[in-house]
């Protein structure tokens, strides 16, 4: 901590032992000034104190929760805030020390006190304490249901006082006093159940643990493939090193990790996967590349080749030997995929385009593009007549969010998958193929959150979805009737 003239602005020295201070916040009263050091560990030192008028004599040190980063001080009650980052429940919001001794007062984690507090400041009239919250998202999605930017918290004096300004007790009373059987109910009694509306069913599969239960891994579960054959699914990790799950879903199960064998495995992270079960093959996409490797031993079979751009999504038309890549541009590129050779691009549209999600249809020969992050994007997704590449359908969406697409012949649906990450507005459309209309819209948050990956077992119809972020899980299987 370096002391300056506050006129002149001339440096009168360096505080000894403060060369990894983070932040510090000054008394004018008593002339205490107090340092966090923003460890990640609870067992050293992480906040001290010195007296300025004591040639910076330092008072007292203490250990504290991890990652204290800004403080201030109340001076009128004699009280230091404490600041911490982080978005779980053991983590961000603040804590109160005793300014003079640093004796802990009272610690209160969580996003209801701040949410990955980068900034804190005290109110003392009113005894409001303000925290800047970073990360001020709805992450984790279902927890919260608006972002705040600030979060402020009151001091309660004395909570047992019924009068005191600063009771918790909203008067408000979030439980509606009228009758909860409102006949104006969405919910028909006549006909609660529409014949022709198929039911969606979700469950959290555990083998990719939700967010909530394990905050720290580096599982980020992208593209996936179902193998017909053994019900088993390849799920692509985001992660480095580049690497491929192969999960049984129905004992919730790791069946193996399989490495990418790619010279810059270390440094990628996979982004989609398609299987061609004729020959057992899987092809992996990462970074601007794709290789092909053995779906059985993991050996490398044939690449990597290059695409033009970062790649989002792959799919493989194994009986006419073609690669689609999406590369987040206006078409998707088609490459011959035993040799890598670029052979055409998938015409652009006329509204803004940024290809993400592709899926083929081998039995109708049609290829689904699905875009994403094109702002004034008015088509979701647009299809291609195979051979040709001739568009031949849209579905209408504006600023579409279609991160992965897959078809599921056998029922003749198509399924999107939302990148969204708002709570309740994400999950995956179904849509039928022939019309291409929407089926069911499932964004409840059940469904996924900021869906990366969207895979279709053909046998049963099971959908398995990747929630990128893990939540509610990071992988959610949706049965249908």
Do not use: C
């Not at 992660?239 to 491929?244: H, Y």
């Not at 006329?350 to 689904?368: C, E, I, K, M, Q």
């Amino acid at each position: 901590i370096e002391v300056l003239d506050a006129e002149t602005g001339a440096s009168l020295g360096v505080i000894n032992g403060t060369a990894d201070a983070y932040y510090v916040a000054a008394d004018p009263t008593t002339g205490t000034v107090v340092s966090t050091k923003f460890h990640d560990l609870t067992d050293v030192v992480n906040v001290e104190a010195f007296d300025a008028s004591n040639g910076f004599a330092k008072l007292w040190e203490r250990t504290s929760r991890a990652n204290p980063r800004q403080v201030d001080i109340d001076s009128t009650n004699g009280l230091l805030y404490v600041g911490y980052t982080g978005t779980t429940a053991d983590r961000g919001g603040f804590s109160v020390h005793d300014l003079a001794t640093g004796a802990l007062l009272g610690d209160f984690a969580g996003a209801k006190y701040g949410k990955d507090g980068y900034g804190i400041t005290v109110d003392e009239e009113h005894q409001r304490v303000f925290v800047s919250n970073r990360d001020f998202r709805l992450n984790p999605p279902g927890e919260e249901l608006t972002s705040a930017a600030v979060t402020v918290s009151i001091r309660k004096v004395d909570p047992t006082d019924p009068t005191d300004p600063t009771d918790p007790t909203d008067p408000t009373d979030p439980t509606d006093p009228t009758d909860p059987t409102d006949p104006t109910d969405p919910t028909d009694p006549t006909d609660p159940t529409d014949p022709e509306t198929p039911e969606f069913t979700a469950r959290s599969l555990a083998v990719i643990p939700s967010a909530t239960d394990v905050p720290e891994s580096d599982d980020r579960p992208v593209g996936s493939a179902v193998d017909s054959r053994t019900g088993n699914l390849f799920v692509g990790n985001e992660m480095r090193p580049a690497r491929v799950w192969e999960i049984d879903p129905e004992t919730d199960a790791l069946v193996r990790t399989l490495d990418v064998p790619a010279p810059t495995a270390a440094d990628e992270g996979v982004r989609d996967v398609a299987l061609d079960e004729s020959t057992g093959e899987l092809y992996v996409a990462y970074s601007n590349q794709w290789l092909v490797m053995d779906a059985a031993s993991g050996d490398l079979k044939r690449g990597p080749y290059a695409f033009t751009a970062n790649v989002r999504g792959i799919d493989v038309d194994p009986e006419a030997g073609l690669v689609f890549g999406a590369t987040r541009g206006s078409g998707v590129e088609i490459m011959d995929a035993a040799t890598g050779a670029p052979i055409t691009v998938t015409p652009a549209g006329a509204s803004p385009w940024r290809s993400h999600g592709v899926a083929w249809d081998g039995v109708n020969d049609r290829l689904y593009v699905g875009t994403a992050d094109a702002e004034g994007s008015t088509d979701g997704v647009r299809v291609f007549a195979g051979g040709t590449w001739e568009l031949v359908g849209t579905i209408p969406m504006a600023n579409a969010d279609l991160r992965s697409l897959a078809v599921d012949t056998a029922s003749g649906r198509l399924i999107a998958g939302h990148q969204s990450a708002t709570f309740d507005a994400s999950g995956v459309s179904v849509y039928s193929t022939d019309p291409l209309s929407l089926v069911a819209r499932l964004s409840a948050h059940a469904y996924g959150n900021k869906v990366y990956g969207v895979s279709v077992n053909p046998t049963d119809g099971e959908i398995y979805v990747s929630a990128r972020d893990r939540f509610p899980s990071g992988l959610i299987a949706i049965s249908t009737d």
